[in-house]
């Protein structure tokens, strides 16, 4: 028999309730009409006892807070006001994760003084509900499954959709506490979605981590995705960690099968932070990488990347100098994809603008905003890392840079070494930047490193598409001019002009896009069978480079010469001989196109040869008397 009680929730120990009963609905939870009604059942481990003896247990389906002590009262707007509602929210996530029935946050403010663990099969409706977090936690991030068993962070099947998590109430940090927003798991998290969320005003604290990001995951993660999510005004705005091994509950260490999809971030220190993590800095080696498998499909950016690199630091190593970082900050990570992204930043940035704290500046504590360092952010991407895939990047601002290759010196990488010192070797192999596009803006250079980076243990490739191409192919100055297993690519947006090659060729090449012909310059030496291409080669004087040409007769244009002289010659050889008779007595080049009337073998008209290529290979020999640059215009024929 069911009786609609006269009694709350709270008031049932005082109620005797008749033994034929066997489902009661209380008036609310502590008061009558408060929200809190439910309906409860007897149960013989329920945790309400009436005075008669009988226990019960809430049966309702969904449940929400307020049936378990909450007041969801704290305002909206994020003013001051409200009830710590920490522990009846826990209490219903418990109970409804128990048994598997959906709690609903009725879309109310919460004021919450400690952090928020998720169970198995919990499933969190919230209607844009607000969780304000007060206090910094005791330890971890403040909604995740960081439960203070370590056993109990291995989950599965966890379902939370249109939550807001807020830290602008947190009080300034002191020199231990740190937290991030959350939903982010760690430890054994599998199977779990998340669903338009809200993680807004994440601040950066302080200790053996920062902490400031808004969602994320570390060290054993199975299958988490996160969809149409947001992110804003947070330190960091998302942050995966990774490193091989397993945890001491046995789960695996990777941030594996990690999947954002459709994610907006805005006004964040940076959008994404990933890195390798470990509590021994004696293991951190050119190998220690964080394993990951993450996947970010689908990111809307706007003004991020403005944070100084040396607030990524662990409390515990040394400190770094101020310098700029980027929009996607990398310290060790590999296996990650990150595709189909916009980004729009300011166009500059100076010591005086101010983020959502009010903080301005470097080294102003909790800065979020150019590090003190005027200008444009520092570089879309920033760090090192292995196999990791950028393609599809719409870019509407300035950067310095498209990729800088840095030591991450900080959050899992070695604090003790100096970014102004010779950094340790790390592998950097695989780190691909492909289709990036700029619709406004100045990009500096397409790719700049630290002093000290050893170019063996770098690989990797930057294509973009630009409006206005970079100013500089490559920095100037940084190691990457001697780069050559590096390639780069750039192309107009508007044009037919493009230019191909590794670091190391576009640097003695000129390194200004301006400087090459209009169509289409690969610098690599390489022109397949049947392309209609051009290839630039950087000589010294009297030095012969080769270009590598399909085993087929060619036709080749001389296109331009950095020589002024009127009867510069080049010698050309196919491998096998050299066509012009002899070397030294090449083509020459008059006041326009290459002439042929010094040609031994009388071969082409208006300047062009014919070269059969049998060996597959054409030899150029500079003769000029000093080092020069040559374009050459080449049109494959046929086999035969």
């Known amino acids: 028999m069911m009786l609609h009680s006269e009694h709350s929730t709270a008031n049932l120990p005082t109620a005797v309730i008749d033994a034929n009963v066997s489902r009661i609905i209380t008036t609310g939870h502590t008061l009558a009409g408060d929200g809190g009604h439910a309906a409860l059942v007897r149960d013989a481990a329920g945790p309400i006892v009436t005075l008669d003896g009988a226990k019960w247990r809430i049966a309702s389906s969904p449940v929400n807070p307020l049936m378990f002590g909450a007041k969801g009262d704290a305002p909206l707007d994020g003013s001051a006001g409200g009830t710590d509602d920490r522990s009846a929210i826990q209490a219903a996530w418990n109970h409804a994760a128990k048994y598997r029935v959906p709690c609903e946050m009725l879309g109310r403010g919460y004021n919450c003084s400690e952090r928020l663990w998720t169970q198995s099969n919990l499933c969190i409706r919230a209607d844009f509900a607000v969780l304000y977090i007060t206090e910094w936690p005791t330890a971890g991030g403040f909604l995740g499954n960081w439960n203070p068993n370590a056993e109990d962070r291995v989950q599965s099947n966890v379902y939370i ?13 002191t020199s231990t506490q740190n937290t991030n927003l959350g939903p982010e798991f760690t430890f054994g998290m599998r199977d779990a979605r998340i669903v338009g969320c809200v993680a807004r005003k994440a601040p950066k604290g302080n200790g053996a981590g920062v902490g400031g990001c808004g969602f994320g995951g570390e060290r054993g993660l199975d299958n988490v995705i996160f969809e149409n999510c947001i992110a804003e005004d947070c330190y960091r705005g998302v942050r995966v960690a ?19 999809r459709n994610t907006t971030i805005r006004r964040s220190g940076c959008a994404l932070h990933l890195h390798a993590m470990t509590e021994d800095a004696s293991i951190m080696n050119l190998n220690d990488l964080g394993l990951f498998d993450v996947t970010f499909d689908g990111i809307d950016i706007v003004d991020c990347g403005h944070v100084g690199w040396a607030s990524f630091d662990f409390g515990a190593h040394s400190p770094i100098l101020p310098q700029k970082s980027g929009v996607f900050v990398i310290s060790g990570a590999r296996n990650v994809i990150i595709k189909d992204v916009t980004i729009k930043l300011k166009s500059t940035y100076t010591t005086t603008d101010e983020d959502w704290q009010g903080h301005a500046g470097y080294p102003g504590s909790g800065n979020y905003i150019s590090a003190g360092l005027s200008g444009a952010v520092g570089a ?9 895939v950028i393609d599809k990047l719409m870019l509407d601002g300035d950067v310095d840079a498209v990729y800088h290759h840095a030591r991450g010196v900080a959050m899992g990488d070695l604090g003790s070494i100096s970014v102004t010192a010779a950094p340790a070797p790390v592998n950097n192999h695989g780190v691909d930047i492909t289709r990036v596009r700029n619709a406004k803006g100045t990009v500096g250079a397409m790719i700049d490193c630290m002093a000290g980076t050893v170019l063996s243990r770098v690989s990797g490739e930057v294509f973009g598409k630009f409006v206005t191409p970079p100013t500089a192919l490559i920095k100037a100055g940084s190691p990457f001019v001697a780069a050559t297993n590096i390639l780069v690519g750039v192309r107009e947006m508007n044009g037919i002009k493009e230019v191909i090659g590794s670091a190391k060729q576009l640097y003695d090449a000129g390194n200004t896009f301006a400087s090459f012909p209009s169509g289409r310059t690969d610098i690599r030496r390489l022109a397949l069978s049947g392309a209609d291409t051009r290839i630039r080669l950087a000589l010294a004087d009297d030095v012969a480079g080769s270009a590598e040409l399909p085993n087929a007769t060619c036709l080749l244009w001389l296109v331009s010469s ?14 096998g001989v050299w066509i012009s008779g002899q070397q030294g007595t090449g083509l020459e080049k008059g006041s326009g196109p ?3 009337a010094a040609l031994a073998n009388g071969e082409g008209t208006d300047g062009k040869l014919t070269v059969s290529c049998n060996g597959g290979r054409l030899y150029v020999s500079n003769r000029l008397g000093s080092a020069g640059t040559f374009d050459f215009h080449i049109v494959a024929s046929p086999y035969g």
């Not at 950095?562 to 491998?575: E, P, W």
């Open 242 to 260: 990774g490193l091989s091994g397993v945890n001491d509950n046995g789960t695996s260490r990777a941030a594996t099968g990690l999947v954002f």
């Open 562 to 575: 950095s020589s002024t002289a009127a009867n510069a010659l080049l010698a050309i050889h196919n491998g």
């Open 594 to 596: 290459l002439l042929n």
């Open 161 to 173: 959709e249109r939550l807001i998590t807020d830290g602008s109430k947190l009080p300034p940090p």
């Open 380 to 388: 879309i991407v920033w760090g090192w890392g292995s196999n990791i």
